[in-house]
């Protein structure tokens, strides 16, 4: 996992088990696949899985289930699984809708195998996370399979935006909830409801979770803009894209005559050699600052929820959490 420079050692190390946990119940899912004939689509769906995520959003869920008063980490952990199958679904999708060269440092896999069979090992790896949430209460089947639809209504919200420069801050908001900060949500609440949490007490894990969420989302997009050895894709890919992140919608609101016209200019045919000019335009906007202020105040917000939802040495560590999230942008 990312080095937790905000963290007590004893939970760096938590944090560590929880994640090699998470790894060595997928790669038995992989392996109980493969004897059973799953054959190529399983050594596809391996590629991308174990390609070293830092499993955030599994680690979060088990953390939740023990805030909540959970005691039995077995019940749990298929529904962390269930939510790290479904996620990496959506990146192999995600990157073939993006033509994306490259994931987490290695070549994406609609590159290396072709669309038909990345898209079938998306597929099959949906199938695999909805096998796993299935075992559990109606509630949380259907708080999985909302999540799931919204990711889908979000994603072609996404597409419609691509290139889009009347896109608004509500606009992205509304998209950041669907696709991000929606999981996030749905896995913390379900983990709660495990752990025998009322309705209203694991309200307060899924608005943790949501807040978490977008604040994940405002950091991805300025290390988009800033670069980062950690997130496993090249400076400038949102950029590229022509996806509306809030540094550049920000930018647009604020920025008038020469500035607002660059700015269009180069979101609409960016290249590589006009960054520094990018740049220089957010930073007169004051884009950044503002992203910054907000990815404080949503980290607030979930600290606020999960003050008022759990407590305890898990709570504890998800607060730490909170803050190294916050210390990425820095």
């Known amino acids: 996992m990312v080095s937790m420079t905000g963290l007590t050692s004893s939970q760096v190390e938590r944090l560590s088990v929880l994640k090699d946990e998470v790894d060595a119940g997928l790669d038995a899912l992989l392996d109980d696949a493969e004897a059973a004939g799953g054959g190529q689509v399983v050594t596809m769906a391996r590629h991308v899985l174990m390609s070293g995520g830092k499993r955030l959003r599994p680690v979060l869920f088990m953390l939740s289930y023990d805030a909540a008063g959970g005691v039995d980490r077995d019940h749990v952990m298929p529904l962390a699984l269930a939510f790290e199958l479904i996620h990496t679904a959506t990146l192999v999708h995600d990157d073939m809708n993006d033509d994306a060269d490259e994931r987490r440092g290695r070549q994406t896999l609609h590159l290396e195998a072709g669309p038909e069979k990345a898209l079938i090992a998306g597929d099959w790896l949906f199938v695999q996370g909805f096998g796993l949430g299935g075992r559990y209460p109606e509630r949380v089947v259907r708080l999985m399979a909302d999540c799931c639809a919204d990711i889908a209504v979000s994603e072609f919200k996404q597409l419609d935006h691509i290139d889009d420069l009347t896109t608004s801050p509500e606009d992205y908001l509304d998209i950041v909830r669907g696709k ?17 949490c009322t309705e209203e007490q694991a309200r307060n894990f899924g608005v943790f979770g949501e807040e978490l969420g977008i604040a994940f989302q405002l950091v991805d997009d300025l290390l988009d803009l800033r670069g980062s050895p950690d997130m496993g894709k090249p400076r400038g890919v949102d950029v590229e894209e022509g996806k509306m992140t809030l540094p550049l919608i920000h930018a647009l609101t604020l920025s008038h005559g020469s500035d607002r016209a660059t700015l269009a200019d180069l979101l609409a045919s960016f290249t590589e050699d006009r960054w520094d000019e990018l740049m220089a335009i957010l930073e007169r906007s004051d884009s950044l600052h503002y992203v910054e202020l907000l990815v404080d105040l949503h980290l607030e917000r979930a600290g606020q929820a999960l003050r008022a939802a759990g407590s305890g040495p898990a709570a504890d560590l998800m607060v730490g959490m909170l803050a190294e999230i916050g210390s990425r942008t820095r």
């Open 180 to 196: 991000t900060a929606g999981p996030f949500a749905a896995g913390c609440q379900s983990a709660a409801l495990l752990a025998g």
